[in-house]
């Protein structure tokens, strides 16, 4: 079965997920679902996202489709949350002072396909993803990444991460690469 991966970020967390998106297969068969801090301000990640990527990129609609080998973006002031074969989006309360947040993706994707998930945190502020998003894809079996505090531009979301929930690795955003290219066979 293809990886579910979820990936949280803020401040700082584009330039880590450039690189991420950027060194990851043409031929990748997970699906990936990001969700950058950006509320209801104007983006253009999908295309940024796009011309570094091989994979296919674009901000993900309600009841859009899980398809393998897409990288999906949490659209402007909306929450994404996964169901088993398809995308759903609201503009449900905000989470961590923020919409989209995190954690509504991650509590999501570790309920609907536990030990396929791979959750990754990123630079930024605040806990968003680090306590019930990582808490729950790691009592679902899946996996929990977080980039080395050291790395990131703004710390704290990596840091608060490490403090509530044992991830199972602090990496690099290359050794994170590696950790999910390999799954991505």
């Known amino acids: 079965m293809d990886a579910i991966v979820v990936i949280a970020g803020s401040a700082g967390g ?38 570094t990527a091989g994979l296919h990129s674009a901000f993900a609609y309600d009841g859009a489709p899980i398809e393998a080998g ?29 919409r989209p947040a995190a954690d509504p993706l991650f509590i999501s994707a570790a309920k609907v396909f536990g030990e396929r998930v791979i959750g990754i945190v990123l630079s930024g502020g605040g806990s968003d993803g680090a306590d019930d998003g990582l808490r729950a894809i790691k009592e679902h079996g899946g996996t929990a990444l977080v980039q080395r505090p050291q790395d990131a531009l703004t710390p704290s979301m990596p840091l608060s991460s490490m403090a509530a929930v044992h991830p199972d690795a602090v990496l690099s955003i290359s050794e994170i690469v590696q950790c999910v290219v390999a799954l991505c066979s």
């Open 70 to 98: 897409h990288i999906y973006v949490a659209p402007p002031d909306h929450h994404m949350l996964l169901e088993p074969s398809r995308v759903r989006l609201n503009q449900g309360p905000k989470v961590h002072h923020t």
């Open 14 to 51: 584009f330039e880590a997920l450039r690189r991420f998106v950027t060194a990851l297969p043409t031929r990748c068969t997970a699906s990936f679902f990001i969700v950058i801090h950006i509320g209801s301000y104007p983006s253009v990640l999908p295309s940024l996202l796009a011309h």
